[in-house]
């Protein structure tokens, strides 16, 4: 969703045929150019389709050889900022080209085997899923206004603004319902209140927790999160828990027995970093 830019995307083809392709968001930032991520977005960058039966260093140089060419077409910005799916691990065509790069981590899960997936949750996580079982109610929910009321909750909770409006939330949600590619699970106590939800996306392989929150009820999002595993199980082959770099964050995910994955943060300045930066900021 490009609700104040415009999206356009960098392409390679041979023949008709498709070989690899560069999402990006374009806006204007203090009357600067930039490229960016749209807001909840994680994940853009390169995607590379692979022929059939190459070897590894044949795989590397195709890689690295229409990464230079879809680097090369970006138009001049600014800034350009390109946060890439962690599926996409050789950024050296972006060094080579002057950007910076910053490792980041997300947490991913296995989740065919539930059985096995619940045996490796910590042992505290699954007395928090044991007691929210009987207390509370976690069910799928269309209601997108009180989602997002949770959300602001959520931020406030934490003395922070909330980063997109309800309209701009709407008109994903709209898109993503289209697509039939988006549920929300909520989690309600005893007198009907909601209490914790997460929303989820999901491709052929791996279903994105994109967004979620609770109201301090640690054992509601819990249950939350199970829920969706349980449901994503017979679906998708992962789940992407979307980060976190946040310690506290990283510790409620790793406690499902998610792995940390890392991923590349990509930026390249035309002025000075920390002006742009600034610039970004603000």
């Given at each position: 969703?490009?609700a104040?830019g415009?999206w ?7 023949k008709?045929e498709?070989?690899g ?6 806006a ?15 994940y853009?960058g ?11 260093k044949k ?17 001049q910005?600014s800034?350009t ?7 996409f ?7 080579w080209a ?12 296995n989740?065919?085997n539930?059985?096995l997936?619940f045996?490796?949750f910590?042992?505290n996580?699954?007395?928090n899923?044991?007691?929210a079982?009987?207390q509370l ?5 269309k209601?997108?206004?009180s989602?997002y009321?949770l959300?602001l909750?959520?931020?406030s ?11 701009f939330?709407k008109?994903l949600d ?12 909520s ?11 997460g929303?989820?996306?999901?491709d052929?392989?791996?279903a994105?927790?994109?967004l979620g929150?609770?109201?301090g009820?640690?054992?509601a ?20 828990f979307?980060g976190s770099?946040l ?13 940390p994955?890392p991923?590349?943060?990509?930026y390249k ?6 002006d742009?930066?600034?610039?970004l900021?603000s």
């Amino acid at each position: 969703m490009c609700a104040d830019g415009s999206w356009d995307v960098c392409l390679i083809e041979k023949k008709g045929e498709l070989l690899g392709y560069l999402p990006f968001y374009l806006a204007k930032v203090k009357g600067f150019k930039v490229i960016r991520m749209p807001k909840l977005t994680p994940y853009l960058g390169v995607q590379i389709i692979y022929p059939a039966g190459l070897s590894p260093k044949k795989k590397m140089d195709l890689e690295q050889k229409l990464t230079s060419l879809l680097i090369e077409q970006l138009p001049q910005t600014s800034y350009t900022q390109i946060i890439h799916h962690p599926d996409f691990q050789n950024w050296l065509p972006f060094h080579w080209a002057g950007f910076r790069q910053t490792t980041m981590y997300t947490y991913r899960l296995n989740i065919k085997n539930t059985d096995l997936v619940f045996s490796n949750f910590r042992k505290n996580l699954k007395r928090n899923i044991a007691k929210a079982q009987e207390q509370l109610k976690c069910v799928e929910t269309k209601d997108i206004q009180s989602f997002y009321d949770l959300i602001l909750a959520t931020f406030s909770r934490q003395d922070m603004d909330t980063p997109f409006t309800f309209e701009f939330f709407k008109k994903l949600d709209h898109q993503l319902s289209l697509q039939n590619r988006r549920i929300i699970f909520s989690t309600y106590d005893h007198s009907g209140k909601m209490v914790a939800a997460g929303y989820y996306v999901w491709d052929n392989h791996t279903a994105y927790y994109l967004l979620g929150g609770h109201l301090g009820h640690r054992e509601a999002m819990s249950w939350t999160m199970w829920h969706a595993i349980q449901h994503f199980s017979n679906k998708v082959q992962v789940l992407d828990f979307e980060g976190s770099m946040l310690k506290s964050i990283a510790h409620f995910f790793s406690g499902f027995g998610a792995q940390p994955i890392p991923y590349h943060h990509t930026y390249k300045g035309k002025n000075k970093l920390v002006d742009v930066l600034k610039i970004l900021k603000s």
